[in-house]
């Protein structure tokens, strides 16, 4: 992670002097272009930096309503996920959830709202928890435009 810091630092003072380069030589105008490029990098590193390594378990509710679907909607690898339905009492344990990879456990029907807690660690061992408030209706969409992965603290 310091090592990003790092290459986002050394673009940003590179970026700089080239920006001087450009208005001394060329044109303030081609100066302009070239901070825009350095800002949009900028921020590709930023972002790569804020969402590396960080898996993002979801729970939803199967179809049928009589079960639940655990995906890792994440670009890690999630490790010791942890589920627990409060209301019921089941708790489910899954040792590793792949990227993308989802998990379905038996669930009486599901008829009513239903609080869920998930804990779950990646890689490097960072650990992770989340809460959902489930109802019947919390069956997985595929909104396009949700980022795939949390960015920025989006959650």
Not at 110 to 115: G, L, M, Q, R, S
Request: glycine share 4%; hydrophobic share 50%; aromatic share 8%.
């Amino acid at each position: 992670m310091h090592g990003m810091k790092r290459d986002l630092l050394i673009v940003l003072v590179l970026g700089l002097f080239a920006c001087i380069a450009l208005y001394l030589l060329l044109d303030i105008y081609v100066c302009m272009m070239g901070a825009v490029l350095v800002i949009a990098l900028a921020m590709s590193l930023f972002i790569m930096e804020d969402t590396s390594m960080k898996p993002n378990v979801m729970v939803f509710v199967e179809e049928d309503a009589k079960g639940i679907r655990v995906r890792n909607k994440g670009n890690a690898k999630a490790v010791s996920v942890k589920v627990s339905l409060a209301s019921q009492d089941l708790h489910f344990e899954v040792p590793v959830l792949e990227e993308d990879a989802a998990v379905s456990f038996p669930v009486p029907p599901v008829t009513e709202k239903v609080k869920v807690t998930t804990s779950f660690k990646n890689e490097k061992g960072d650990s992770f928890a989340k809460s959902f408030v489930l109802t019947p209706d919390d069956v997985e969409d595929e909104d396009i435009l949700k980022p795939i992965f949390p960015i920025f603290g989006w959650k």
